[in-house]
Protein backbone atom coordinates (compact mmCIF):
# COMPACT_ATOMS: atom_id res chain seq x y z
CA UNK A 1 0.00 0.00 0.00
CA UNK A 2 0.64 3.74 -0.18
CA UNK A 3 2.91 5.10 2.73
CA UNK A 4 4.33 8.73 3.53
CA UNK A 5 7.56 8.67 5.62
CA UNK A 6 8.45 12.52 7.27
CA UNK A 7 11.11 13.61 9.40
CA UNK A 8 10.27 13.76 12.68
CA UNK A 9 9.76 17.18 14.24
CA UNK A 10 9.80 19.22 15.90
CA UNK A 11 12.36 21.69 14.19
CA UNK A 12 12.84 24.94 15.60
CA UNK A 13 15.19 27.33 13.51
CA UNK A 14 15.86 31.43 13.63
CA UNK A 15 14.35 33.78 11.09
CA UNK A 16 16.19 33.55 7.87
CA UNK A 17 17.71 29.65 8.64
CA UNK A 18 17.57 27.62 5.86
CA UNK A 19 14.35 24.91 6.22
CA UNK A 20 14.71 20.88 5.01
CA UNK A 21 11.96 18.91 6.06
CA UNK A 22 12.72 15.42 4.32
CA UNK A 23 9.48 13.31 2.74
CA UNK A 24 10.24 9.93 1.43
CA UNK A 25 6.94 7.48 0.19
CA UNK A 26 6.10 3.99 -0.90
CA UNK A 27 3.20 4.22 -3.87
CA UNK A 28 1.93 1.88 -6.67
CA UNK A 29 1.77 3.49 -9.83
CA UNK A 30 2.82 7.15 -10.38
CA UNK A 31 1.50 9.68 -7.59
CA UNK A 32 1.21 13.04 -7.38
CA UNK A 33 3.12 14.64 -4.13
CA UNK A 34 1.54 17.70 -2.17
CA UNK A 35 2.70 19.31 0.80
CA UNK A 36 0.05 20.61 3.27
CA UNK A 37 0.62 23.50 5.89
CA UNK A 38 -1.49 23.89 8.86
CA UNK A 39 -0.93 27.10 10.51
CA UNK A 40 -1.98 27.41 14.04
CA UNK A 41 -5.66 27.58 14.32
CA UNK A 42 -6.27 26.94 10.33
CA UNK A 43 -7.28 24.31 8.47
CA UNK A 44 -4.97 22.42 5.98
CA UNK A 45 -4.27 24.21 2.91
CA UNK A 46 -1.93 23.29 -0.16
CA UNK A 47 1.30 24.71 -0.11
CA UNK A 48 2.61 22.96 -3.43
CA UNK A 49 2.34 19.79 -5.86
CA UNK A 50 3.98 18.14 -8.21
CA UNK A 51 2.54 15.32 -10.61
CA UNK A 52 5.33 13.85 -12.49
CA UNK A 53 8.69 12.54 -12.15
CA UNK A 54 11.53 15.45 -11.85
CA UNK A 55 8.42 18.23 -11.42
CA UNK A 56 9.25 20.92 -9.06
CA UNK A 57 6.24 22.54 -7.18
CA UNK A 58 6.99 25.74 -5.43
CA UNK A 59 5.24 28.54 -3.76
CA UNK A 60 5.87 31.23 -1.06
CA UNK A 61 9.48 30.88 -1.19
CA UNK A 62 9.35 27.06 -0.93
CA UNK A 63 9.97 24.45 -2.94
CA UNK A 64 10.20 20.34 -3.63
CA UNK A 65 11.41 18.52 -6.69
CA UNK A 66 9.76 14.85 -7.55
CA UNK A 67 12.74 12.47 -7.16
CA UNK A 68 11.49 9.23 -8.57
CA UNK A 69 15.15 7.74 -8.57
CA UNK A 70 14.82 8.05 -4.65
CA UNK A 71 10.89 8.49 -4.11
CA UNK A 72 11.36 11.58 -2.08
CA UNK A 73 9.98 15.11 -1.88
CA UNK A 74 11.72 16.79 0.65
CA UNK A 75 10.53 20.56 0.99
CA UNK A 76 12.83 23.23 1.21
CA UNK A 77 13.03 27.43 1.62
CA UNK A 78 16.47 29.57 1.46
CA UNK A 79 15.17 31.72 4.19
CA UNK A 80 12.38 31.08 7.03
CA UNK A 81 10.05 33.73 8.92
CA UNK A 82 8.61 33.84 11.24
CA UNK A 83 5.28 33.44 9.81
CA UNK A 84 6.21 30.16 8.22
CA UNK A 85 5.53 28.82 11.68
CA UNK A 86 3.06 26.18 11.21
CA UNK A 87 3.00 21.88 10.83
CA UNK A 88 3.57 20.67 7.21
CA UNK A 89 2.38 17.51 6.00
CA UNK A 90 3.87 15.31 2.83
CA UNK A 91 1.16 13.47 1.23
CA UNK A 92 0.41 11.76 -2.20
CA UNK A 93 -2.23 10.58 -4.31
CA UNK A 94 -1.65 8.06 -6.43
CA UNK A 95 -2.77 7.53 -10.02
CA UNK A 96 -6.01 6.02 -11.62
CA UNK A 97 -8.57 5.56 -9.79
CA UNK A 98 -6.70 5.88 -6.07
CA UNK A 99 -7.69 9.61 -5.11
CA UNK A 100 -7.34 9.83 -1.87
CA UNK A 101 -4.94 11.33 -0.32
CA UNK A 102 -1.78 9.28 2.23
CA UNK A 103 -0.40 11.53 4.56
CA UNK A 104 2.37 11.70 6.83
CA UNK A 105 2.42 12.79 10.31
CA UNK A 106 3.35 15.88 9.94
CA UNK A 107 6.34 18.53 11.21
CA UNK A 108 6.07 20.91 13.57
CA UNK A 109 8.40 23.49 12.59
CA UNK A 110 8.39 27.23 15.07
CA UNK A 111 10.64 30.15 13.70
CA UNK A 112 12.18 32.42 16.10
CA UNK A 113 12.41 35.98 15.67
CA UNK B 1 -19.59 29.53 0.06
CA UNK B 2 -16.18 30.49 -0.20
CA UNK B 3 -14.46 27.68 1.40
CA UNK B 4 -15.35 24.32 2.74
CA UNK B 5 -17.34 24.35 6.30
CA UNK B 6 -17.80 22.48 9.20
CA UNK B 7 -20.39 21.93 11.91
CA UNK B 8 -19.52 22.11 14.94
CA UNK B 9 -16.56 23.13 15.11
CA UNK B 10 -16.02 21.64 18.94
CA UNK B 11 -18.24 18.70 20.15
CA UNK B 12 -18.04 17.08 23.14
CA UNK B 13 -19.90 13.43 23.54
CA UNK B 14 -19.92 10.61 26.43
CA UNK B 15 -19.43 7.38 25.51
CA UNK B 16 -22.27 5.91 24.24
CA UNK B 17 -23.96 8.95 22.57
CA UNK B 18 -24.83 9.30 18.59
CA UNK B 19 -22.86 11.73 17.20
CA UNK B 20 -23.47 13.79 13.69
CA UNK B 21 -21.12 16.20 11.94
CA UNK B 22 -21.38 18.09 9.20
CA UNK B 23 -19.76 19.20 5.97
CA UNK B 24 -20.54 21.98 3.28
CA UNK B 25 -18.10 21.60 0.69
CA UNK B 26 -17.49 23.88 -1.63
CA UNK B 27 -19.91 25.09 -4.18
CA UNK B 28 -20.18 22.88 -7.42
CA UNK B 29 -17.23 20.24 -6.19
CA UNK B 30 -18.44 17.23 -7.17
CA UNK B 31 -15.63 15.14 -4.83
CA UNK B 32 -16.28 15.12 -1.22
CA UNK B 33 -13.98 13.01 1.34
CA UNK B 34 -13.58 12.59 5.07
CA UNK B 35 -10.38 12.28 6.87
CA UNK B 36 -9.82 11.39 10.86
CA UNK B 37 -6.79 12.77 12.33
CA UNK B 38 -5.70 11.94 15.62
CA UNK B 39 -3.69 14.05 17.68
CA UNK B 40 -0.27 14.20 16.75
CA UNK B 41 -0.69 12.03 13.36
CA UNK B 42 -1.32 12.76 9.75
CA UNK B 43 -4.97 12.97 8.45
CA UNK B 44 -6.30 9.48 7.32
CA UNK B 45 -8.83 8.41 4.72
CA UNK B 46 -12.72 7.30 5.83
CA UNK B 47 -14.42 7.67 2.67
CA UNK B 48 -15.08 9.32 -0.64
CA UNK B 49 -18.01 10.99 -2.75
CA UNK B 50 -19.09 11.55 -6.05
CA UNK B 51 -21.84 13.67 -5.86
CA UNK B 52 -24.62 11.58 -4.09
CA UNK B 53 -22.59 7.91 -4.35
CA UNK B 54 -20.19 7.10 -1.92
CA UNK B 55 -17.89 4.98 -3.97
CA UNK B 56 -15.85 4.02 -1.13
CA UNK B 57 -15.46 3.75 2.13
CA UNK B 58 -12.46 1.70 3.37
CA UNK B 59 -11.25 3.74 6.04
CA UNK B 60 -14.08 3.76 8.19
CA UNK B 61 -13.10 1.85 11.35
CA UNK B 62 -16.07 0.15 12.25
CA UNK B 63 -20.08 -0.04 11.09
CA UNK B 64 -20.56 2.51 13.95
CA UNK B 65 -19.15 4.66 11.53
CA UNK B 66 -21.68 5.82 8.72
CA UNK B 67 -21.66 8.46 6.04
CA UNK B 68 -24.11 10.09 3.21
CA UNK B 69 -24.52 13.11 0.72
CA UNK B 70 -28.33 12.29 -0.11
CA UNK B 71 -28.39 15.07 -2.75
CA UNK B 72 -24.55 15.41 -3.57
CA UNK B 73 -23.69 18.57 -1.52
CA UNK B 74 -23.86 18.83 1.87
CA UNK B 75 -22.36 15.75 3.53
CA UNK B 76 -23.17 13.88 7.45
CA UNK B 77 -20.64 11.83 9.32
CA UNK B 78 -22.33 10.03 11.56
CA UNK B 79 -20.83 7.89 14.72
CA UNK B 80 -23.02 6.10 16.71
CA UNK B 81 -22.28 4.85 20.00
CA UNK B 82 -19.42 7.02 20.57
CA UNK B 83 -15.91 5.15 21.97
CA UNK B 84 -13.14 7.07 23.56
CA UNK B 85 -10.76 6.03 20.50
CA UNK B 86 -13.15 8.11 18.20
CA UNK B 87 -11.54 10.94 19.75
CA UNK B 88 -10.00 13.10 17.16
CA UNK B 89 -10.53 15.82 14.23
CA UNK B 90 -12.86 14.89 11.49
CA UNK B 91 -11.70 16.73 8.69
CA UNK B 92 -13.77 17.34 5.41
CA UNK B 93 -12.10 18.35 2.17
CA UNK B 94 -14.21 18.88 -1.57
CA UNK B 95 -12.47 18.39 -4.71
CA UNK B 96 -13.84 20.20 -8.66
CA UNK B 97 -12.60 16.37 -9.99
CA UNK B 98 -11.50 13.00 -8.71
CA UNK B 99 -7.92 13.35 -10.55
CA UNK B 100 -4.50 12.56 -9.06
CA UNK B 101 -3.36 16.33 -9.31
CA UNK B 102 -6.23 17.57 -8.30
CA UNK B 103 -6.20 19.76 -5.19
CA UNK B 104 -8.05 19.37 -2.30
CA UNK B 105 -9.82 21.72 -0.26
CA UNK B 106 -10.21 21.67 3.28
CA UNK B 107 -12.56 22.51 5.67
CA UNK B 108 -11.82 23.85 9.35
CA UNK B 109 -12.43 20.31 10.88
CA UNK B 110 -14.75 19.24 13.67
CA UNK B 111 -12.86 18.49 16.86
CA UNK B 112 -14.50 15.04 18.43
CA UNK B 113 -13.72 14.41 21.97
CA UNK B 114 -15.31 11.10 23.72
CA UNK B 115 -15.25 11.42 27.80
Known amino acids: GNSVTQMEGPVTLSEEAFLTINCTYT??????LFWYVQYPGEGLQLLLK?????DKGSNKGFEATYRKETTSFHLEKGSVQVSDSAVYFC????????????FGKGTLLTVNP | GAGVSQSPRYKVAKRGQDVALRCDPI?????LFWYQQALGQGPEFLTY????????KSGLPSDRFFAERPEGSVSTLKIQRTQQEDSAVYLC?????????????FGPGTRLTVL
Open chain 2, 27 to 31: SGHVS
Open chain 1, 50 to 54: ATKAD
Open chain 1, 27 to 32: ATGYPS
Open chain 2, 49 to 56: FQNEAQLD
Open chain 1, 91 to 102: ALNSGGSNYKLT
Open chain 2, 93 to 105: ASSSLARAYNEQF
